[in-house]
């Protein structure tokens, strides 16, 4: 029987909202119970520092020096997870000594897997020098070098939690809205995993722009405003969504132009209704029709967007909590799953959940000194 570890796990997604961090104590198999968490919100100049790297990886991608606007956000991003470490440990009463493990996903600033190029900035041996744990980090390159998607990565986690979960009847659709959103269908035996199309990052980008809000919160902007059915069926007739998954996104590849005519309003109804309706696409791709959908991420507080796609899923839609789950932090109690799994040398990503050829460990290890 493996040995269940207590490690740390971390995610700062593809919104920039902030990091969350979690203990989870796992043996990267079935074992995976979770711990404390808390969630380190972004202030506004680190938010600002990795809009800007996010910006410029678009137009170099990954090789060569770093510009120094990008190693000022790797810096910045690795001091803001220890400091989330160091307030978790605080939070738990443990010392570093007491966790095995940090699993540090890092920040993603490009993806670009039909390049063979994913990146997240993150320094991982400056993590584990400045918390005193061993950290794994770089998840994603291993199995994009391998010709995967490189995403998405939570899927064999969504799976461990499933499994323990008598009352949820397969097929079970678990939906992540982030910046980008994803599906992990987990079925009779089967798991498949793909990006679906935008999340927050869309709306959340409008928002900035006419609020100078991070988020359009509670959904306030988008219910006062009308959806332009025009505008929505342009953006639903992209080629993404007829290709067969796996597939991927990066953050960047749905914006905002098909609304830029919209007023504030309707623009934020229209691209919620955008990320709803494309999420509901992913049905097509199923073997089966799935008996519940579970939306985890900060997709679920808007009620705008929940209720549109309740409107659009002929099936149950419950929240993580609903299904006893801590929503806010499951991608961060999936990378630490995720570094249990690379130390032993285990599978991140299947064929069906990445498109690689085979079952793909991968991370780097970097040991505290």
Known sequence: MAEVLKVIGLMSGTSLDGIDAALLETDGEAVAVPGPAL??????????VLRA???????MGEGGPLPDSIRAAEIRATE???????ALLAEAGLEPRDVALIGF???TILHRPEQRLTWQIGDGAALARATGISVVSDFRSADVLAGGEGAPLVPLYHAALLGAAAELTPPVAVVNIGGVANV?????????AFDTGPGNAPIDDWAHIHTGRPVDEGGVLARAGRIDAAALDDMLAHAFFDRVPPKSLDRMDFGSEAVAHLSPADGAATLTAFTAASIARAREHFPEAANAWIVCGGGRHNPVLMEALRARVNAPVLSAE??????????????AYLAVRSRRGLALSLPTTTGVAKPMTGGKFHRAK
Request: aromatic share 10%; hydrophobic share 40%.
């Open 322 to 335: 609903d299904a006893g789950w801590r929503g806010d932090f499951l991608e961060a109690e999936a990378f």
């Open 53 to 59: 790297a996010i910006e410029e990886a678009r137009g």
């Open 184 to 192: 992990t269908y987990v079925g009779r035996g089967a798991i498949l």
């Open 105 to 107: 996903h890092g920040q």
């Open 39 to 48: 969630t380190r919100p972004y202030d506004p100049g680190t938010r600002a």
């Open 80 to 86: 803001a997870h220890a400091e989330a470490v160091a």
